[in-house]
């Protein structure tokens, strides 16, 4: 069967995961840099970051688009807890931060051994409330989105801040560390490399950790991206791993093995899974939203309950 130009198949095990129908639709445009994706099913809406103008938008398929936050503080990724709480990494305020069921925000974290955070980037929240985030400097290297500031942090972390508040930095070997996510059995965190943007000497791939008790143990390149580098990533409900692209979306088998390519128009920064039964993936991409229909739902049933 004929697939649409906007699906590249890899491995036969893709067209299980995509539809020949399946078309990309472009939900929105005209923004400046579109990052951070998350889906609040119980709202049917999409929450994205406009960074470089400081907003957070909404869209909704009854309702459009609208913006749902201004001076965001260069907001950057997004997520929910389990408690259904938005959880969002700020380059200008140098932090993470909680959206509470009231609308009030809480700082989750903004420093470490006593010294600012360098622009925490993206989060993640596991379903027993632990939350990891990375530390790249993208927010304090210019003003296109964050501060210009000096950096206080001796190097770039990943950060692991635990359900009683406790933060601690559990990988330090990273140029730039920026997506990431945890296998549906959140036995495995997956890191995204992304210092290639500014060092071509740093490979474009995707890091796989064990999460052993009290501990992360090391397992190496998962996968590497062979156009662009890997910004933000997801898995599916079978394991699989999506991640952002240069040409598009690259989705790899749980061996690391790539299966296919959603190929979009633009630069994509980061993904979500979501929509009305969790068949959809969401992209964020330069300028733009687009959305595509998946034959599989994400591995964090709850950043999208119906």
Known sequence: MKYPTHIEIHDPRFKHLVHPMSRLDCLAD??????????????????????????????SETEGLSTFRVATGFNNGNTRDPQGRLIGCRHGYRDVVRTEHSGALTVLANSYSGKALNSPNDVIVQSDGTIWFTDPTYGIMSNFEGYRS????????????????????????????????????????YVAESGSSHDPEVPAIIRKFQLAPQQLMDEGVFAEIDNGLPDG???????????????????FAPDGHRLGKILVPQVVSNICFGGPDGHRLFITATTAVYRVFIDICGAEPWTHPG
């Not at 990052?35 to 960074?51: A, N, R």
């Not at 692209?245 to 989705?251: R, T």
């Open 30 to 59: 005209g923004f400046t840099w579109t990052e951070g994706p998350v889906w609040f099913g119980d709202h049917q809406c999409l929450i994205f970051s406009d960074i470089p103008s400081q907003r957070l938008m909404r869209w």
């Open 150 to 189: 000096a950096q206080e942090q001796p190097t770039q972390y990943v950060y692991r801040l635990s359900p009683n508040g406790d933060l601690s930095a559990v990988i330090t070997d990273m140029a730039q560390p920026n997506g990431l996510c945890l296998s549906p059995d959140e036995k495995t965190l």
């Open 233 to 251: 990533i997801r898995t599916d409900a079978q394991g699989n791993l999506w991640s952002s692209a240069a040409d598009g979306v690259h989705c």
